[in-house]
């Protein structure tokens, strides 16, 4: 695929299903490139490969966060967190899109954008925030007939500084700031006495470079702004008050409470009926944390309570602490190595339990007892395993304690270091030679930094150990200094190889470094070109210890190509590790990298977990009710040398229930920054979220956009079961994008075991709804699978009628290379309803999946890349037959259709 103009299309309304591949399928849309990074869009054309045609993406560049979400006029305003000048984060500015159904979206210029010095270093940033309108000019900043749009967002201050208003700012600072409007939004002026908040509350002044994301909002009751930020790394919420929005005064903090693993963030308060009984009202505080969600990475949590003006408590049931469930222990690490009786190997034999710290080591918490399995020894060099005796299942769930380095299982990774059969690809292909052997002197062109550069033995510098690599010598680009640059990462430059021939299906090669994939601005990365094009891309791990990463290069057998090895970022981990490139016949297996504990039942693992980057360990539950009488064992494996290469496990339970953390607004991977718009008509509550995950943002294969929002949802709170819950719902005009149904069940079926509906059907499509009721009976599974390719390609929806678990798939989903956790399922727990029926609304986009399910109390929203051509829909049943009671399907026309 290259990277140059792309061509303007008008959308046809009568887009995206069946016939829609002839438009979506190779929407690439661009023009050769000779060498990648060729990053030259003007304008989308919307049809680019995996651009969402449901939710709204910038026409080009990095997003994140929605900021400023407000009603005002007959338009809903949505701000987000933007960089104007590339496709990864930085220059953080506020971008700007209006609506009038929250549905089709028209983007606006930046509405407040980052500010740089001279040399065009940022002096200013403008982090997330809240937007109101002064309808009653309490500001003083409006003008008759002109009520003063009022956004408050965190200033960051990379560097120290005076301001112009005389007010000093250390480096790093976070501190909360105005903006106002007289033009609904158009243009922006910012207020001259800014900072208005230059630090946190008293006691927590230290906290400068952590106090971030305002949400203000209008308090009928006493006539008053209120405004909840939070202290990220304490885990609080802290609220204001004021009377004008430019001077405010602390009241009261929230926390730290349930999930707890990552920095808290976007926080929001807001206050609803509960199941639309206007005399019987609560309030939801929202805290968004990273990492610490649901499914690892980023992720959304709510609490349920009362404010009454100057403190938020949460309901008695909305506070989980981390005592231990009831259950029966299968190891809590109490005694000495010999009566536990595991099997360590490796560093980690009679090493592996700690009693809270190992020496080097810092902030180990929230363990039970005096003793946890810690495999932090000697620090993150300890590799090894640990494996339990073997256990029955007796109970429906396994809890346990978790902790430690993020690094999840890889399916089809090896423990060993495995030299793959095969030839070099070309000479010079390993690098080896001479001990001061020049790139050029292997026959690879050199470019940039890479000019008469010696070819690297291992580590250079002040860099982390390098270790992975073959032989004596590889690529790395970590050598700044040596050419007298600012530091290792400031080399930039290209390697390209000599031409060879692809004679075998597979090319297999080492990589590392940093992960910034090629196709973005800043890329460390190695390419394959064929004919000049670029058909294959690879990015390192965020790592200095090398892995192996294989190409299935069988379509071009024949051909002639080159690699590329491209450093193109001067910034942190802006470099690229880079060996030993062979022809093989078979795939190269990527060495474990993991930190993990696995889950065996006959030696296979069923389910695994790692840490989150964090030394405070959380409750993970595991479902095994269908397992109940097997036979199984606990497995720890640390194969990793790196940073946060280590993994903390404590108190691992049978138990009846799962051990409850936090209230989960979404339990996909994808929903983050969940804020709501202010000043709805009609006291309806909206909101949305940034459609992604800081695990692996930065890596999603996109271009010319990176990032979005998720589909606009309606709030409610309702009683399901005896507890309010929050519960969610596509916006009404969301309906409007319906064209004819594809396909609508006349009466109940019954779906045999092992049987599809669809399958022989002519019914598929990239973009569609589907709204059914279902009545799993007795079957074990029933589901749907979409976006079904003839490659194997799929997502499952389906409920585990064992389990009592809604679960989403994307195992099989499509590209998920960038990423080694992004292939997985994942799980929410979901009780039918008294009448046995499953009710589900499942929205399909060209690059994502969000399933509603219940009343809305349970959500899941996930990216997906599937290739363009998969538009396959089935219904399945497992174990016996399952009833659909009701089914429609429906195309759903582009958001672009005008573009």
């Not at 009377?243 to 920095?263: C, D, H, Q």
């Not at 994307?810 to 009710?839: C, N, Q, V």
């Not at 399910?853 to 497992?878: A, C, H, R, W």
Request: glycine share 10%.
């Amino acid at each position: 695929m290259s990277y140059g103009h792309p061509m303007k299309k008008k959308l046809s309304p009568g887009l995206i299903i069946a016939v829609s591949a002839t438009l979506l399928y190779g929407c690439d849309n661009s023009t050769n490139s000779n060498l990648p990074n060729d990053d030259k869009h003007v304008q989308s054309s919307y049809l680019e490969k995996y651009r969402p045609q449901l939710q709204y993406t910038a026409a080009k560049n990095w997003q994140n966060d929605p900021n400023g979400l407000v009603y005002y006029d007959g338009e809903y305003h949505l701000f987000y967190q933007y960089n104007p000048n590339g496709n990864g984060w930085g220059d953080m500015s506020w971008g700007h899109a209006i609506s009038t159904d929250l549905v089709h979206w028209e983007e606006l210029p930046v509405a407040l954008a980052v500010e740089k010095d001279a040399e065009g270093k940022a002096t200013q940033m403008f982090f997330s925030g809240s937007a109101v309108v002064d309808i009653d000019n309490t500001s003083g900043l409006g003008e008759p007939g002109k009520p003063a749009m009022v956004a408050m967002y965190t200033s960051y201050y990379p560097a120290s500084m005076t301001l112009a208003n005389g007010k000093t700012v250390e480096a790093g600072t976070q501190a909360q700031s105005l903006a106002y409007s007289l033009d609904k939004g158009r243009t922006w002026q910012l207020y001259a006495n800014n900072p208005v908040l230059p630090l946190p509350p008293t006691g927590y002044e230290d906290q400068f470079r952590e106090f971030r994301d305002p949400k203000m909002f209008w308090f009928e009751p006493e006539k008053k702004w209120v405004m909840v930020a939070v202290l990220a790394t304490q885990h609080k919420a802290v609220l204001y008050s004021s009377k004008n929005l430019r001077e405010w005064a602390f009241m009261s903090e929230f926390g730290p409470i349930n999930a707890t693993a990552g920095v808290w963030e976007c926080p929001d308060l807001f206050e609803l009926p509960v199941d639309g009984d206007p005399a019987n009202r609560k309030w939801v505080m929202v805290i968004n944390l990273n990492p610490g969600g649901p499914v690892g990475g980023s992720g959304s949590q709510y609490f349920v309570g009362n404010f009454n003006g100057t403190t938020f408590e949460a309901d008695d049931n909305n506070v989980f602490d981390s005592t231990p469930p009831e259950g029966a222990v299968v190891e809590n690490f109490e005694g000495d190595y010999n009566s536990l009786g595991w099997t360590a190997t490796g560093d980690l034999v009679d090493s592996y339990v700690s009693q809270g710290n190992n020496p080097g080591q810092n902030g180990v918490s929230l363990y039970q007892g005096e003793k946890l399995l810690n495999t932090f020894v000697n620090g993150d060099a300890a590799i090894g395993t640990v494996t339990s005796p073997t256990f029955k299942i007796t109970d429906n769930y396994i809890n346990l304690m978790v902790g430690g380095g993020n690094h999840p299982h890889v399916a089809d990774s090896t423990l060993k270091t495995e030299l793959p059969a095969g030839d070099l690809l070309f000479s010079g292909a390993d690098f080896e030679g001479d001990e001061k052997v020049t790139y050029s002197q292997l026959g690879w062109t050199a470019e940039g930094d890479f000019v008469n550069q010696q070819v690297a033995t291992g580590t250079i510098g002040d860099q982390q150990q390098v270790t992975g690599f073959l032989g004596s010598h590889l690529v790395n680009s970590f050598f700044g200094k040596l050419i007298n640059k600012e530091d290792g990462d400031s080399a930039i430059g290209t390697l390209t190889s000599p031409a060879f021939t692809l004679e075998k299906p597979y090319i297999n090669f080492l990589i590392g470094g940093g992960n910034n994939p090629y196709g973005k601005s800043g890329a460390t990365a190695v390419v394959l070109l064929v004919n000049g094009e670029v058909m294959r891309s690879a990015t390192g791990n965020g790592s200095e210890a090398l892995n192996w990463v294989n190409w299935d290069v069988a379509e071009y057998q024949g051909q002639q190509a080159r690699i590329a090895i491209i450093d193109d970022n001067s910034g942190g981990w802006g470099h690229i590790l880079a060996d030993h490139f062979i022809a093989s016949d078979l795939p190269a297996k990527p060495i474990s990298s993991e930190t993990t504990v696995n889950l065996l039942v006959n030696d296979n693992i069923i389910y695994s977990e790692t840490g989150s980057n964090s030394e405070a360990l959380g409750w993970r539950s595991w479902n095994v009710a269908s397992l109940k009488g097997e036979n199984a064992q606990i497995q720890v494996i640390d194969n990793n040398t790196g940073g946060w290469g280590h993994i903390l496990v404590d108190q691992i339970l049978l138990s009846d229930q799962p051990k409850q953390t936090a209230n989960w607004a979404d339990f996909g991977s994808d929903f983050y920054a969940a804020v709501s718009w202010n000043g709805a008509p009609d006291g309806k509550r909206y909101w949305a979220g940034w459609i992604s995950n800081w695990d692996y943002a930065g890596s999603v294969p996109t271009t010319p956009w990176r990032g979005g929002q998720t589909l606009v949802r309606e709030l409610k709170l309702q009683t399901v079961g005896d507890h309010v819950k929050l519960t969610q719902a596509p916006v009404e005009s969301m309906t409007s994008l319906r064209g004819k149904p594809l396909y609508q069940l006349k009466e109940e079926t019954v779906l045999s075991a092992g049987d599809t509906l669809l399958a022989d059907a002519d019914v598929q499509g990239q973009v569609y709804e589907i709204e059914a009721q279902l009545k799993p009976e007795h079957a074990t599974e029933v589901g749907f699978k979409v976006r079904k390719g003839a490659q194997g390609e799929e997502t499952l929806i389906g409920y585990d009628a064992v389990a009592g678990e809604l679960y989403l798939d994307r195992t099989k989903s499509g590209e998920s290379t960038f990423f080694s956790g992004f292939a997985a399922k994942h799980r929410a727990p979901l009780p039918l309803s008294d009448d046995g029926i499953l009710k589900l609304r499942i929205i399909v986009d060209t690059s994502s999946v969000t399933v509603f399910s219940g009343k809305g109390e349970v959500v899941l929203t996930d990216l997906i890349f599937p290739d363009p051509s998969s538009t396959g829909i089935e219904v399945y049943s497992q174990g016996n037959s399952a009833t659909i009671a009701t089914m429609t399907i429906w195309p759903l026309k582009s958001i672009w259709a005008d573009k």
